[in-house]
C-alpha cells in the first residue's frame, strides 16, 4: 500500500513565502524519487522540483533561485520551500512518489493561491 499526503497550501501574497510537505510511504518497497508537479486552469501539469534518494535535485527553469527541495529520509517526508512567490505560481500542487520501476503514486493535492 502507498501513501502520499501534501499539506501546507494556502493563499499568499506575491513576494510571499510558503512550505509544501508531502509525507510518502510504502509498505512493499522503497520509494526513490520524490516531487511536485503542479497544474494551472487550462494548462498542462508540469514538473516543478524532485529530489531522489540520493538528495540529487530537479527544477524547472521557472523555479530555480526561488524554490528549494529538501528530504529526511528517515521520515519519508520531502519540503518544497517556496519563496518569492509570483501570481504565476498559482496551481494545484501535487506530491507523487516513484518506485523503483518508475510508476508514479499522487497525491490529493494542494492549492496554492498567489494574490497581486
Known amino acids: 500500500q502507498v501513501q502520499v499526503v501534501e499539506s501546507g497550501g494556502g493563499l499568499v501574497q506575491a513576494g510571499g513565502s510558503l512550505r509544501l510537505s508531502c509525507a510518502a510511504s510504502a509498505s512493499t518497497f522503497s520509494i526513490n524519487a520524490i516531487g511536485w508537479y503542479r497544474q494551472a486552469p487550462g494548462k498542462q501539469r508540469e514538473l516543478v522540483a524532485s529530489i531522489s534518494s540520493g538528495s540529487i535535485t530537479n527544477y524547472a527553469d521557472s523555479v530555480k533561485g526561488r524554490f528549494t527541495i529538501s528530504r529526511d529520509n528517515a521520515k519519508n517526508t520531502v519540503y518544497l520551500q517556496m519563496n518569492s512567490l509570483k501570481p504565476e505560481d498559482t496551481a494545484v500542487y501535487y506530491c507523487?512518489?516513484?518506485?523503483?520501476?518508475?510508476?508514479?503514486?499522487w497525491g490529493q493535492g494542494t492549492q496554492v493561491t498567489v494574490s497581486s
Open positions: 507523487y512518489a516513484e518506485a523503483p520501476w518508475g510508476g508514479k503514486y
